[in-house]
């Protein structure tokens, strides 16, 4: 009997009901819709059926997978990686995700891959759909080489910049031994300018570096070392903050910049601003009650050396770069004083 037919109890055969037929033609659109490659495995890693027409991603046409297994077809290790999950998820019923790479001719090509198991009444099945990632792989590894390289182009900057620096810093106190001036005061507080630019611009190189490894971070904790490290007096921290997946000295550092940005424009007279940080669905936000920020320049804050107070003009670009590495957004808004607030969107709760 062929597939697609079905038995009258006779020994013949008749067509399957319209329903069926529509729901086939349905699968086989779908099917040649989506740029994917969709395979359906035997428990033992034997090619079943290969669904696709794109022989771009499979290296070779699928009459000639068909009846193979994976250690026929692929190497070794990506086989056993492929092996491993299609027994995984007939044994638990789980969706298991693979990644692996296929070499030819020289060139390296990237796969990211769903199992998924089929219950049959004859014989469990997996299907495997991938999808091809190469080009995301390449623009992250351009990514990673382009971080590298501007990591040591600041870090040659720096040490060059920091030398005369501190030669004339030298000068500086072998000039307050000679005599007492108010020029002095001025020329200390533009050695400490400098000296904060060329730290804020080492930090910015740094900071752009993708997380790869975060682990479970507690906001409230993370605040409290960023208080004690800025000059920010008044912080209220909500409850319902979360746990988050993230690099807990870049996520220090990220509050400091906010902390310090609050007092550079918010602090008064009368003192300094108060800042609140809280829970918003997805992320949280850090707010404060100082002036505010235009609505037409709450894009223009995040970009590197705007400024119009006596902050060097890169800790919100800071913010948002390690925001960024950890695969986040961020916004400027208003808070409901009428003060700065941030919106951190995209965080991933531990």
């Known amino acids: ?28 659109a779908v099917l040649d819709a989506i740029p994917d490659l969709v395979i359906v495995y035997d428990a033992d890693g034997e090619y079943r059926e290969v669904l696709t027409d794109q022989q771009v991603l499979t290296f070779r046409s699928p009459t000639e997978l068909v009846g193979r297994t994976v250690h026929e077809v692929l190497d070794a290790e990506t086989a056993d990686l492929i092996c491993d999950a299609i027994e995984r998820t007939l044994s638990t019923g789980d969706v298991e995700t693979v990644e692996y790479r296929v070499d030819l001719a020289g060139e390296s090509f990237w796969f990211e891959g769903l ?10 099945r997996v299907v495997f759909v991938a999808r091809d990632v190469t080009r995301r792989k390449r623009r992250e590894r351009d990514l990673r080489r382009q971080n590298q390289r501007l990591d040591e182009f600041a870090s040659v900057v720096s040490h060059d910049l920091r030398n005369p620096l501190q030669v004339a810093e030298g000068h500086l106190e072998l000039a307050r031994e000679e005599c007492d001036s108010e020029r002095l005061d001025d020329v200390e507080r533009a050695h400490d300018r400098m000296r904060q630019l060329i730290d804020d611009v080492l930090s910015l190189a740094r900071q752009g570096e993708t997380v790869d490894d975060p682990g479970p971070v507690s906001i409230p904790d993370v605040v409290a070392d960023a208080r004690a490290h800025s000059a920010v007096e008044d912080v209220v921290v909500a409850d319902g903050l979360p746990e988050v997946r993230a690099d807990a000295e870049r996520l220090t550092a990220l509050f400091e910049n906010l902390f310090r940005n609050s007092v550079e424009h918010g602090a ?3 003192g300094g601003p108060t800042v609140r940080v809280g829970p918003i669905d997805g992320g949280f936000y850090v707010a404060d009650d100082g002036p505010g920020i235009p609505a037409d320049q709450r894009e223009a804050v995040f970009e590197p050396g705007n400024s119009e107070g006596e902050g060097t003009g890169f800790g919100l670009a800071i913010v948002r770069r390690i925001a960024e590495a950890h695969g986040w957004s961020v916004r400027a808004t208003e808070s409901e004083s009428g003060g700065a607030r941030f919106e951190f969107t995209g965080v991933e709760t531990a």
């Open 1 to 28: 009997m062929e597939e697609g037919q079905a038995g009258d109890g006779t020994g013949a055969t008749t067509d399957p009901p319209a329903w069926v037929r529509d729901r086939l033609r349905t699968l086989e």
């Open 115 to 124: 199992l998924s198991s089929i219950e049959r009444e004859a014989e469990d």
């Open 268 to 270: 008064t007279a009368d």
